[in-house]
């Protein structure tokens, strides 16, 4: 027992999120999101969007016809006050979670089962948003999380930014001038028909993928401890930084990089990535 206890002060000491991946091995029944919480239709036109969410999946897609479609999904119901608050005003859809976490207190919770309790009532309150735009070029997608998942797909858009500290980001099938990821426990997925201008990858904990399918002309990647994948076409050739690199010895490539001084070096060296690694690997595939 006084083990058990130690156990749960421990606990007491960390925050939500850690709590969730420490814990991730205690058995949970597992439930599908049935309940519909929201369901609506809107008809407005607007070029930005904004979306904080806390726990679950996100998933933007493209709407079949002119209309914005908005979907809630939960494992329960919600009071009316914790419902998502959608509005649309100054030409911008903001999404905003307000559902409570159940907090996992340890004032009645002396043994296992008490704690399963507690960490189902904790998962409870994960909710699923779906939302369904229609194509058009939008400027702005802001999207924010503690822990949540977040896809975006099949639309056009100026500049994209997502912030998330738990969960990981896809892009799938999207344009874009800019695109703007950080996370700090999660992982960062650029499919290969996601086009930008320009990219800027962040990360502290997670791997990072991106598959380019034209050449980008101005790439930021950083991550600390994780990872980096990129698969480029071939082209006319780019330059890397070894001293930014940090992590060169656990570097592979299929392209044939020249070594001169510092730097790493492909055919004319004409665009120099920004490639970070702390704790990791970096790997340079060529595009099939």
């Not at 479609?69 to 998502?84: D, H, L, Q």
């Not at 598959?211 to 991550?223: D, G, R």
């Not at 001169?260 to 120099?272: A, H, Q, T």
Request: proline share 2%.
């Amino acid at each position: 027992m006084k083990k058990l206890i130690s156990f749960f002060l421990v606990l007491c000491c960390t925050n939500i999120s850690c709590t969730m991946t420490t814990f991730a091995e205690i058995p949970v029944q597992k439930q599908q999101k049935t309940v519909m919480v929201t369901q609506i239709t809107r008809e407005e036109s607007f070029h930005n969007i904004q979306i904080i969410w806390s726990r679950g999946q996100v998933t933007i897609s493209q709407s079949p016809d002119e209309k914005t479609y908005i979907t809630e999904k939960a494992f329960v119901m919600p009071k009316e006050t914790e419902k998502a608050g959608i509005t649309i005003k100054n030409d911008t859809l903001f999404v905003k979670d307000y559902h409570s976490l159940s907090p996992l207190s340890l004032e009645s919770s002396t043994n296992i089962k008490e704690f399963e309790k507690l960490l189902q009532e904790y998962r409870n309150t994960e909710y699923d948003l779906e939302i369904a735009l229609p194509e058009r070029q939008y400027q702005e997608f802001y999207f924010k999380t503690v822990n949540a998942n977040c896809d975006l797909e099949n639309n056009h858009f100026q500049n994209v930014t997502t912030e998330t500290v738990n969960g990981n980001t896809t892009l799938n099938n999207i344009t874009a001038e800019s695109i703007t990821s950080n996370t700090v426990n999660g992982n960062i997925t650029l499919s290969s028909g996601t086009i930008a201008e320009q990219y800027s990858l962040n990360g502290i904990n997670g791997n990072m993928y991106a598959i380019f399918t034209i050449f980008p002309t101005t790439l930021s990647v950083h991550n600390t401890n994780g990872n980096i994948v990129l698969t480029l076409p071939e082209n006319d050739g780019f330059v890397i930084d070894k001293t930014k690199l940090k992590t060169y010895k656990d570097f592979s490539t299929s392209f044939y990089l020249k070594d001169n001084n510092y730097k790493k070096i492909y055919k004319n060296g004409k665009i120099e990535f920004d490639i970070v690694c702390t704790n990791g690997s970096v790997t340079l595939k060529r595009l099939d």
